[in-house]
């Protein structure tokens, strides 16, 4: 029969077939396979050695729910069809004691969700056909083995019976046979437990658990299709901003065994090293043991080889099962040349044959990210392009993130297996339950267990970091912690974990709820108390890398820097210039803001002059040392923008202390006070307004800005000072500055008899400037989007008040995040209406954004669109923003 037979008609097609080296289905399919059912279908057209079977499509699953949770009819004639073309294949058939075919149910989904959806195994297996296959297999403890495990998984999956009773019997079975593993359990026991398991689950659901394979079918295929609902699945969705109504496909495949004996075994590779990039293969292995075992995190596996950590090599699948080893190590290699990506590969070795089960992309720590993009390029297997393409920003983001300072003292306690690298310190907690419950209190977690289930997601989430007693490094818990990027250390077992007493004992030490402990994801370390952290310096990969995103983007990234430490940092991150210098912050050292007040209390411009002449110097130091840093690149340097009082102190005794000193009358010190006092300052006397006022304040800062530059030019450095006014919204405001900044460096230069090339810009963060940036264009050489005002001044509202309802509004999804930290579109508009009118009236206008959005991946693609000249954001941001300008760049570059 053909595979497509009596379904040629149908309208819908529901399931498609893989077997013997051909697949309805390939790897693109995977919205309606699933990645899972679409990688089996990829792997069999590759000639993998793939057990043979079928996957329903997540059309059937969506169809299933609409139907009230009733499999549609023409899906299960579909199967029926299928699963004769599958007992042809594999010469077996369903329920048949002679030569019964076993087989999976599994789910999987578009998006891989590891082990949150649930998978039954060993479907097919009752009283007779137990016998059937011990007889065929002439092993009667693996048959009865495969049977309670149906039995615990079917109960748990389908019933939804908690795991715990059927675990407790099979604990009380190992005491009275005085064994201490579930593969040390006797055929006789294994078989007793079957009938015992099936007492119990009469017992607590008061059904029976049913002896029909083809009821156990389709029972499997509902519960999989429903477990895309369950909870862990739903919250990791939420997590992961999957939508939650594409549904699971389902697949149903002939079943290998790993547990029939010593010369079977089941593990999980991946084609590179997860924690660091490394290329070496990587993976972990159980000798008669069935897939489940590994990915559950119930059991620690052995490594594979010698490079994923084997101590001896008696442990390693290498030398246990050479020939399946050595096949699977030539099917990596096709597996990851295919893909183009790093592969993580289950396994099961049946017998010495080797069987792949599962292939995806593996998930990888930040380092693996970089490292493995980078040494594909250099293998050849994908471009530059490709390689900045997809390391994410948040990636290098993440990679900045501190680390164990090496220097700092540390008593380390305990090592586990580095499952997923990174520092944390925190609070030890035991249960989900209470991460949660700490972490809302703003405490840092560390979420300590015995092993972690997927079931824990959601105190993962709410953890600074993740420790567990048992559990290898490809068990689902640290692959999901890893795709989270937090700390994790797994198969720790010096650990040992009382959950319901709340306690860890460590060696002599006893930790209880509430502790704080430190631990080192990456060496697998766990240390007492809160150990110091540190700034990681760049690996090499992330160098390469970083070399060539400059190669492909166009955006200049600058830097918003105040001090010469600061633009030292950026300036060793590749930020190629200033974008914003804010003067104020050099008004507020101790040594200076007494002339400063002094300055803001003068009566009249005679006194302010004096105060002003007292400080410039002070600036021109600053400037000097900026300049010389940033020697070569242009330095945008903000006039005085915020308003007065903000330099002034509330504090009595200060008031005082500031009378006397400035020999001024305490009565008099009030008076001023009272003068300059606002109801809104942030709307009030600021920005351009105070230049316009006092213009011998900017007078003064140009000044130092201009001779500081004038100083450096004598010594042969190129500087380009770029000077910024702020909060303009009239035209006028910006000839009279520029007459006033033009009159001040005209007089210097003369001093100092040369010239510097300087530019006159306006910062752009109002409505009004934005509407008539045409009239701006014409008195500016550049201008500078401060987004943050023009969206505190868009919204009407204030960035430092808008705590109190951001959340909510963001919540009930009114608006899709903080306009503060990725630019609005509305506030987009405004911005392109600038860009559009400014460039207009003068084509070759430089333009920036150095607000706080600059550094974000979203804001620069857009700033890259609408045609910026540059963004500028805080020092630490400015790999991250080079890499987004470049894959904004590539992104432009694909679509054209
Ligand atoms: P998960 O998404 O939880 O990994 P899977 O469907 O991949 O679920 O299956 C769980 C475990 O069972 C895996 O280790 C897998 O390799 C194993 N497994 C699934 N199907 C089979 C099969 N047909 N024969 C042997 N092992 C299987
Ligand atoms: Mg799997
Ligand atoms: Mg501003």
């Not at 109504?245 to 079943?255: E, F, I, S, Y």
């Not at 993962?460 to 993740?466: A, C, D, F, N, T």
């Amino acid at each position: 029969m053909s595979p497509s037979e009596g379904r040629a008609t149908a309208e819908k097609r529901y399931v498609y077939d893989f077997g013997d080296g051909v697949a309805d289905g390939h790897a693109g399919m995977r919205d309606l396979l699933g990645s899972k059912g679409g990688n089996l279908h990829e792997m069999t057209r590759l000639g993998l050695p793939v057990p043979p079977g079928f996957t329903i499509t997540t059309e059937a699953c969506r169809d299933f729910w609409a139907a009230g949770d009733e499999l549609p009819a023409s899906m299960r004639q579909e199967v029926l069809a299928s699963l004769a073309l599958l007992e042809k294949r594999s010469g077996m058939r369903l329920g048949d004691p002679a030569a019964p075919l076993l087989v999976s149910v599994r789910s999987g989904a578009a998006a891989t969700m590891p082990g949150m959806m649930d998978t039954v195994l060993n479907i097919g297996l009752n009283d007779w056909t137990v016998r059937g296959l011990a007889e065929r297999t002439s092993n009667e403890r693996f048959a009865w083995d495969s049977y309670r495990r149906l039995l615990s998984m079917y109960s748990n999956v389908v019933m939804g019976l908690h795991t715990d009773h059927l675990e407790q019997l099979l604990e009380r079975m190992k005491e009275k046979e005085d064994v201490h593993s579930d593969a040390s359990l006797s055929s006789t026991a294994l078989r007793d437990l079957s009938g015992i398991f099936q007492e119990k689950i009469l017992d607590l659901s008061g059904r029976r658990f049913p002896q029909d394979p083809t009821e156990q079918l389709w029972a499997a295929i509902a519960a999989v299709f429903r477990s895309w609902n369950n909870h862990r699945a739903v919250h990791f969705r939420n997590a992961n901003q999957i939508p939650h109504d594409l549904g699971t496909a389902v697949t149903v495949q002939a079943m290998v065994f790993g547990n029939m004996g010593s010369s079977s075994a089941t593990g999980v590779a991946f084609t590179r090293d997860p924690n660091t990039g490394a290329s070496f293969f990587f993976g972990e292995w159980l000798p008669n043991a069935q897939g489940e075992d590994v990915v559950s995190g119930l059991s620690t596996p052995f490594p594979m080889n010698r490079e994923s950590g084997a101590v001896a090599p008696e442990e390693t699948l290498a030398h246990a099962l050479p020939e399946a080893y050595a096949e699977l190590n030539r099917i990596k290699d096709t597996l990851e040349r295919h893909y183009r990506d790093m592969q993580d590969i289950e396994f099961t070795v049946e017998q010495g044959q080797l069987w792949i089960l599962q292939t995806r992309t593996g998930k990888r720590s930040a380092a693996a990210e970089v490292r493995i993009a980078v040494e594909l390029v250099d293998e050849g297997i994908i471009d530059e392009k490709e390689a900045i393409r997809r390391v994410r920003t948040e990636t290098l983001e993440r990679l900045m993130h501190p680390c164990i300072d090496a220097t700092a003292p540390r008593t380390i306690i305990a090592h586990g297996l580095g499952a997923s690298p990174g520092a944390a310190s925190g609070r030890i907690v035991f249960s989900t339950q209470d991460a949660i419950e700490r972490a809302g209190r703003g405490e840092d977690v560390i979420l300590v267990r015995r092993e972690t289930s997927p079931e824990d997601i959601h105190g993962m989430l709410r953890s600074k970091g993740v420790l567990t007693a048992r559990g290898g490094m490809t068990s689902h818990a640290a692959v999901v912690a890893r795709g989270m990027s937090k700390p994790c250390i797994v198969g720790c077992r010096d650990l040992e974990v009382d959950t319901e007493g709340k306690t860890l004992v460590i060696g002599e030490r006893t930790f209880r709820e509430g502790d704080i402990i430190t631990i080192d994801g990456g060496e697998g370390s766990i240390m007492l108390g809160r150990v110091p952290t540190a700034q990681p310096k760049h690996p090499p990969h992330v160098t390469r890398l970083m070399g060539w995103v400059d190669r492909y983007r166009r955006l200049a990234v600058r830097t918003n820097a105040d001090t010469a430490r600061e633009c030292k940092a950026a300036r060793e991150f590749g930020a190629e210039g200033v974008g914003l210098c804010r003067t104020e912050h050099m008004f507020f050292e101790e040594n200076r803001v007494m002339a400063v007040r002094e300055m803001i209390l003068a009566e009249d411009e005679t006194g302010r002059r004096k105060a002003l002449a007292q400080i410039l110097p002070m600036q021109r130091s600053d400037f000097l040392a900026i300049f010389r840093t940033m020697a070569g690149l242009p330095v945008t340097i903000r006039l005085l923008d915020p308003p007065l009082h903000e330099f002034l102190t509330e504090n009595p005794g200060d008031l005082e202390a500031m009378a006397a000193r400035l020999e001024i009358p305490l009565p008099k010190v009030r008076e001023r006070y009272r003068a300059l006092h606002e109801v809104n300052p942030m709307l009030g006397h600021r920005g351009c307004r105070l230049g316009l006022s006092f213009p011998e304040i900017y007078e003064m800062q140009v000044s130092a800005i201009i001779e500081a530059a004038c100083i450096l030019a004598k010594e042969g450095l190129v500087v380009e000072p770029e000077i910024l006014i702020p909060l303009v919204f009239h035209v006028r405001e910006l000839e009279i500055l520029r007459e006033l900044i033009r009159s001040t460096a005209e007089a210097i230069q003369s001093d100092y008899g040369l010239r510097i090339s300087y530019r006159i810009g306006s910062m752009i963060e109002l409505p009004r400037a934005c509407v008539t940036a045409d009239q701006l264009a014409t008195a500016a050489d550049f201008f500078s989007f401060g987004t943050n005002d023009l969206t505190q001044t868009t919204f009407g509202i204030s960035r430092d008040d808008c705590g109190r309802f951001m959340p909510l509004y963001i919540d009930i999804g009114l608006l899709p995040g903080d306009p503060f930290v990725a630019m609005d579109p509305a506030v987009g508009e405004l911005v392109k209406l600038a860009v559009d009118k400014g460039r207009k009236v003068k084509p070759d206008l430089k333009i920036g954004i150095c607000g706080e959005q600059g550094g974000e991946a979203s804001t620069i693609r857009f700033c890259h669109k609408i045609g910026l000249d540059y963004v500028s954001c805080s020092p630490f941001r400015v790999p991250i923003a080079r890499l987004a300008a470049a894959q904004a760049a590539l992104e432009s570059e694909a679509l054209a």
